[in-house]
């Protein structure tokens, strides 16, 4: 129970107190909501290892060089 995966019976149970708390009109709009935060958290996270390899890109140069 404490393991630290969520089972098929907890998961049921988290949908269906959503379901009530949010009711089925509102639940494809807190999903669209949640799909564009996660493809932003996505975009910010890559374009900071982008910008992470630069950096080091950069100094193994400035080594070379110097």
Not at 27 to 55: C, D, H, Y
């Amino acid at each position: 129970m404490f393991g630290g995966a969520i089972g098929p019976g907890e998961l049921i149970i988290v949908l269906l107190v959503i379901l009530l708390l949010f009711g089925a009109k509102r639940l494809p709009e807190l999903a669209r909501g949640m799909g564009k935060g996660i493809r932003e958290f996505k975009k910010a996270t890559s374009g900071i290892e982008e910008e992470m390899k630069l950096e080091e890109k950069t100094e193994e140069k400035e080594k070379k060089a110097g």
